[in-house]
């Protein structure tokens, strides 16, 4: 656990940039430790992982859960109803069925819309010309709340790169009126910071080495 590690990012950050302390593949007592510090916001990314947690943690009532893992179409009603903030929503027909299901849940999710700006085989997202196409649908959608975009820059990129990536992803955001960019992780977390996020995801930076 390197609560020094998290210590001194914290108070490196910007008062407007929010610290998303990544716990899967962590244990509860470690979410319970750096919950200690002052950290309420947790993002997880495998359901039956983190609803154990959230169980072991109920009493916590100043945790703010988060879904940052793949929508899977089967798992939507489990996740809108055990998570606040959903961080992935990489298409329109996931939107769609995360509205229905809130409105039969009676929940209002808050989502981050995941956007991918370069070709990247591994990880999904919006096409930003969907997206904009889409826009005003996308706005109609009842009982959620799109509070920015998302999106995972592809390993290796220079750090030059990954400025220009998130740049984008910044622009995007502003131009559909969006507070919220929910980009930057271990790896690259300062050029995020300086690109304009407002959401960073740390696991390892904060929590050590996971176990898987």
Known sequence: MEIS???????????????????????????????????????????QEANQKQLLLKDFKNIKWHFIGRVQSNKIRKIVQNFEYIHSVDSFEKLLKISQVSIEENKNPLIMLQVKLCDDPS??????????????QIQQFKSIKIKGLMTINPKGLSSKENIKLFKECRKLADSLKLHDCSMGMSGDWEEAVEAGSTWLRLGSIIFGNRSY
């Open 5 to 47: 590690n998290y210590i001194q990012i914290k108070n490196k950050l910007p008062l407007d940039v929010n610290l998303l302390a990544v716990s899967k593949g962590f244990s509860s007592q470690e979410i319970r430790i750096i919950n200690n510090e002052g950290q309420k916001d947790f993002g997880e990314s495998r359901f």
């Open 123 to 136: 990880k999904g997202g919006f096409n930003p010309k969907v997206l904009i196409e889409k826009w005003d």
